[in-house]
């Protein structure tokens, strides 16, 4: 193994406990077959003023990284911060070298390949991971398939074949797509990319709390809203937030305000139901959008209250979209995900849920839900501002426009891919 690999980290499960060397290309725990985490504590920080002349990318923080440089870089990170209203601004994350902000994450995965140099690169992903990963594999001179769901974006597909990757794409819905990506991540060579099981993608999201609290001198807004599917960007920022406290770089840690769309809101509907996990499975159908339903039991006995009915705003959390045994939160057929127009967080089951809940409670925050329709008048209005974002991107906009006292102070979203990527959302 090379040299470079030889001060590095390992991984470690936070269920049981089972560590991993990092340059074993063990992509999940070999017991419980969840998530890694890595054993990475910065061991010393920067003050924001003293950054000035470092390289204008995510990489000017490398004292924070478990990589602290690489040579795949597209100069990502260092995006604009711009104001929508007296209280809230936007980070505008589609401004990356593939358009979203998945590229934070990309870059560390895709440089930790590198120095592993395995046989080939496999990914996973709904779109924007897909295309950051082909970009940084083709950078990287790896060989790199990408497993895409049935109905991704056709401009998301086109570059993803664009950087040369092999796109595979898989009936059903994303947690099919899931499956045959792990089936060939266990193959003999293969480096399995996962933006969700693999914590060095959230090395490289928390850059994000890390721009920020640059950009506002050496501290965090009041809240931060985040879109929520698999958590990557939240338990990123959770992470920054942590560690930036841990030093006393920060006097003040954010709330988390993490946002769903209605039609696949699972974990708001666990937060609603004080659950430190996803609802069982069959519960979530319960609480899904318009249902009203009568409630059901949790494993410890409480209740869990059925879903309201209603349209139009924001609700808060507790929206349903969980799918239930032989069916979804849409009521269509088993096996399909309900519709809805933000596809990057449409995740009915994220891996890594309890430490998504356990982020937004520790922080104060809260959940919050948004309808088709307000995705759509959210999209609209940023691009009347100037700002064109793709759907999913849009949906902490959405939540946030519609105000409460979720979004009170000093807010900021994130605009998390472009326009570009999917288009204006057709009118209902």
């Not at 017991?31 to 504590?41: A, H, K, M």
């Not at 958590?231 to 770089?249: N, S, Y």
């Not at 937004?360 to 691009?383: K, N, Y």
């Given at each position: ?277 996803l609802l069982p499975v069959g519960a979530g159908d319960l609480l899904r959008d318009g249902a009203g339903g009568a409630g059901g039991l949790l494993p410890d006995g409480r209740t869990v209250p059925g879903g309201g009915a209603g349209a139009g705003g924001v609700r808060g959390a507790g929206a349903g979209g969980v799918p239930g045994a032989g069916g979804n939160a849409a009521g269509g057929a088993g096996g399909v995900e309900p519709a809805t127009l933000a596809e990057g967080i449409a995740i009915p089951r994220p891996p890594r849920a309890r430490q998504i809940l356990a982020a937004v409670r520790e922080s104060g925050g809260t959940f919050l839900t948004v ?58």
């Amino acid at each position: 193994m090379p040299d470079m690999l030889a001060d590095m980290t390992s991984y470690h499960c936070p269920v049981d406990g089972t560590r991993s060397a990092i340059t074993a290309l063990t992509w999940c725990c070999p017991v419980c077959r969840g998530p890694w985490d890595l054993d990475f504590t910065p061991a010393r920080g920067v003050a924001a003023n003293a950054l000035a002349g470092r390289a204008d990318s995510l990489w000017r923080y490398k004292e924070f990284l478990p990589l602290d440089t690489s040579a795949i870089s597209l100069g990502e990170g260092r995006t604009p911060l711009v104001p929508l209203t007296d209280t809230v601004s936007a980070k505008l994350d589609f401004l990356m070298p593939t358009l979203s902000f998945k590229d934070r994450g990309a870059v560390m995965l895709g440089e930790l390949a590198r120095r592993l140099g395995p046989d080939r690169v496999v990914a996973d992903s709904s779109g924007n991971a897909g295309t950051s990963f082909a970009a940084y594999c083709a950078r990287a001179g790896l060989p790199c398939t990408v497993y895409v769901p049935e109905g991704t974006s056709a401009k998301k597909t086109e570059q993803i074949r664009a950087h040369g990757a092999r796109l595979v794409t898989v009936p059903g819905d994303r947690e099919a797509t899931a499956r045959a990506a792990r089936a060939a991540a266990d193959e003999p060579g293969v480096f399995y990319a996962s933006h969700v099981f693999n914590p060095y993608f959230l090395h490289g999201t928390k850059t994000y709390a890390y721009e920020l609290w640059e950009d506002l001198g050496g501290r965090l807004p009041e809240a931060l809203a985040v879109p929520v599917g698999n958590g990557t960007l939240l338990l990123g920022v959770a992470l920054a937030v942590a560690e930036l406290d841990a030093l006393g770089l920060i006097t003040a840690r954010p709330r988390l305000i993490a946002v769903q769309a209605e039609a696949v809101s699972p974990l708001a509907a666990a937060f609603r139901a004080g659950a430190e996990d996803l609802l069982p499975v069959g519960a979530g159908d319960l609480l899904r959008d318009g249902a009203g339903g009568a409630g059901g039991l949790l494993p410890d006995g409480r209740t869990v209250p059925g879903g309201g009915a209603g349209a139009g705003g924001v609700r808060g959390a507790g929206a349903g979209g969980v799918p239930g045994a032989g069916g979804n939160a849409a009521g269509g057929a088993g096996g399909v995900e309900p519709a809805t127009l933000a596809e990057g967080i449409a995740i009915p089951r994220p891996p890594r849920a309890r430490q998504i809940l356990a982020a937004v409670r520790e922080s104060g925050g809260t959940f919050l839900t948004v309808p088709e329709d307000g995705i759509r008048e959210a999209q609209r209005d940023l691009a009347a501002r100037g700002l064109f974002v793709e759907t999913t991107g849009v949906a902490c906009w959405a939540a946030v426009r519609a105000g409460g006292d979720a979004v009170r102070g000093e807010v900021v979203v994130p605009l998390c891919g472009s326009g570009l990527k999917t288009g204006m959302a057709a009118s209902a």
